[in-house]
Every structure is written in structure tokens, then in C-alpha cells.
Nanobody, 123 residues
């Protein structure tokens, strides 16, 4: 079992920055990919970014060039640096972790989820 706790959300003006953090605990040795998803009002949960244990990274097109995901395997943490934020980035952001050897951009590929942290970007 793996537990995930997100932090760092808040209210920010368009063009500003936030840094989200996710701390994993429990049986973290089984985790390969860690990812960030987000879900806005009346929207399905969507992929934001992932990073594998080996360091492979991919981003959704909507955040590419603005967000940066990083991981500290020893500390079992994953961060998401969000720059040039837009109102459409407003959502609850969730940290996810998966045991599979595959790196997936769908929420079906992840076994563990945090409770989320709210990000609101005002115009």
C-alpha cells in the first residue's frame, strides 16, 4: 500500500507560478511511474505530467513548456513546478503512483492516488 499527500495548491494570478509537491509513503519500493492529473469543474480527470523511476518524463500538450515535473526517488517525492499559469489550469491536482513497468498517461494506469490540492488561477 502506498499513501500520497499533495500540497502547494492555492490561488494565483494568471501568469504566476505555483509549485506542487507530493510525498509518497508506505511500500514505495514498488512504485515505477508517478504522475500528476487534474480535474476541473464538470471535466474528466486529465493527465498533466509523469515521471518514471528511471527519469522518463512526458507532459500533456496543454502544459508542455510551462510545467516541470521532478522526482526525488530517495525522498519519495514528486514536484510539479507550474509557471505561466492560465485560468484554464484551474483544477484540483492529484498525485498518482503506479506499480506497472509501463508508463501511462491514463488514470487507469495508476494504483494509488492522493486527495488532491486545489489550484485556482484568476484572470
Amino acid at each position: 500500500q502506498v499513501q500520497l499527500v499533495e500540497s502547494g495548491g492555492g490561488l494565483v494570478q494568471a501568469g504566476g507560478s505555483l509549485r506542487l509537491s507530493c510525498v509518497a509513503s508506505g511500500r514505495t519500493s514498488s512504485v515505477n511511474a508517478m504522475a500528476w492529473f487534474r480535474q476541473g469543474p464538470e471535466k474528466e480527470r486529465e493527465f498533466v505530467a509523469l515521471i518514471s523511476k528511471s527519469g522518463y518524463i512526458t507532459y500533456s500538450n496543454s502544459v508542455k513548456g510551462r510545467f516541470t515535473i521532478s522526482r526525488n526517488n530517495a525522498a519519495n517525492t514528486v514536484d510539479l513546478q507550474m509557471d505561466s499559469l492560465k485560468p484554464e489550469d484551474t483544477a484540483r491536482y492529484y498525485c498518482a503512483a503506479g506499480d506497472t513497468a509501463l508508463v501511462l498517461t491514463t488514470h487507469y494506469g495508476y494504483d494509488y492516488w492522493g486527495q488532491g490540492t486545489q489550484v485556482t488561477v484568476s484572470s
